[in-house]
Nanobody, 133 residues
Framework: QGQLVESGGGLVQPGGSLRLSCAAS????????IGWFRQAPGKERRGVSC????????YYDDAVKGRFTISRDSAKNTVYLQMNDLKPDDSAIYYC??????????????????????????RGQGTRVTVSS
């Protein structure tokens, strides 16, 4: 049974950077599309960035475009989310999810990751990011 574990969250000042990791065990992430989602208090969970296994396309929500970068490290079986120039609005719990379903990055990020959704095969437990001075 596969498992995803997020790490790298924490407290950072505005303008700072963090790199989130989504490490997998029991599955090979190269064969999966990966999505990063976030949920802030009182807000819906939203797709932040996704990378497709079908065509390699990446997608970024407008709120993070130009500041966040998603990438794969096949040797470490890990997907990263590099977050630069962080803002207080980036504060949230960040989740990663993996799907074998072939789709573009944009289509992936449009899919909810709640357990009721059959689109995602694996979901992590989340890592908290707090951006505050």
């Amino acid at each position: 049974q596969g498992q995803l574990v997020e790490s790298g969250g924490g407290l950072v000042q505005p303008g700072g950077s963090l790199r989130l990791s989504c490490a997998a065990s029991g599955v090979t992430l190269d064969y999966y599309g990966i999505g990063w989602f976030r949920q802030a208090p009182g807000k819906e969970r939203r797709g932040v960035s996704c990378i497709s296994s079908a065509d390699g396309t990446t997608y970024y929500d407008d709120a993070v475009k130009g500041r966040f970068t998603i990438s794969r490290d096949s040797a470490k079986n890990t997907v990263y989310l590099q977050m630069n120039d962080l803002k207080p609005d980036d504060s949230a719990i960040y989740y990663c999810a993996a799907t074998e379903t072939l789709a573009t990055g944009q289509a992936m990020c449009a899919r909810p990751i709640e357990p009721s959704s059959l689109f995602w095969d694996y979901r992590g437990q989340g890592t908290r990011v707090t951006v505050s001075s």
